[in-house]
């Protein structure tokens, strides 16, 4: 089932979630209800067409790598776009964040 937003799409994958389009304060509760609906002990979120992220967007991948790490799981980024490597970069979260 893909969920979609006017501003983002969000579709199953065989190993997580593949999310595209822009995560902001509208579209970040959408992301993380997608999430918390994959319940999985390793999630990978695909971030290859994701072309803007704010501090929303931050906060979800945040508070769900905590989650999984609580829970003994792990939370993968994976192809991340340019903008978005380098919002990683400026916060400092690529340094806590598994990103391939």
């Known amino acids: 089932m893909t969920l979609s937003d006017d501003d983002l799409v969000i579709t199953p994958t065989a190993d997580g979630i593949s999310v595209s389009g822009e995560i902001d304060t509208h579209t970040a509760p959408s ?29 979800v991948l945040i508070q769900a790598h905590r989650k ?12 991340p776009s340019a903008m978005v490597r380098r919002v990683l970069d400026i916060s400092g979260l690529d340094d806590h964040l598994d990103v391939v």
Do not use: H, Q
């Not at 918390?36 to 990978?44: H, I, S």
């Not at 999984?68 to 192809?79: D, F, K, M, Q, Y």
């Open 68 to 79: 999984a790490a609580e829970s003994g799981g792990v939370l993968r980024l994976s192809n």
């Open 31 to 59: 992301l993380a209800a997608a999430i918390a609906a994959a319940d999985r002990r390793e999630l990978t979120l695909d971030f290859s067409g994701v072309e803007f992220i704010d501090s929303s967007g931050l906060r």
